[in-house]
Nanobody, 117 residues
Framework: QVQLVESGGGLVQPGGSLRLSCVAS????????MAWYRQAPGKERELVAS???????NYVDSVKGRFTISRDNAKTTVSLQMNSLKTEDTAVYYC???????????WGKGTLVTVSS
């Protein structure tokens, strides 16, 4: 059974930092591209950052220079360090694991990040 379990969300003031983590089980973690998506109220889910099995990273323009995605294959964990948070970063953040060659795609249940003063 595949599980992606996110943690680290919460309430933070603008300019603050949070670190999200996602622990995966039931998959061969090292071969999957791992990603963080987010969905703000009334908006579509968007890709925030991804990291390939080889470590190549990709970010949406709005978070470049502020967010950093990383992975630890030994701990089957992907993390998202979020700095200089803005109110517009408020959203539910979802962990995603994908292995496109086999059409595999898995989601966590999400963790809420609220940026507010």
């Amino acid at each position: 059974q595949v599980q992606l379990v996110e943690s680290g969300g919460g309430l933070v003031q603008p300019g603050g930092s949070l670190r999200l983590s996602c622990v995966a089980s039931g998959i061969i973690f090292s071969i999957h591209t791992m990603a963080w998506y987010r969905q703000a109220p009334g908006k579509e889910r968007e890709l925030v950052a991804s990291i390939s099995s080889s470590g190549h990273t990709n970010y949406v323009d709005s978070v470049k220079g502020r967010f950093t995605i990383s992975r630890d294959n030994a701990k089957t964990t992907v993390s998202l360090q979020m700095n200089s948070l803005k109110t517009e970063d408020t959203a539910v953040y979802y962990c995603n694991a994908a292995y496109n060659l086999a059409g595999l795609n898995y989601w966590g249940k999400g963790t809420l990040v609220t940026v507010s003063s």
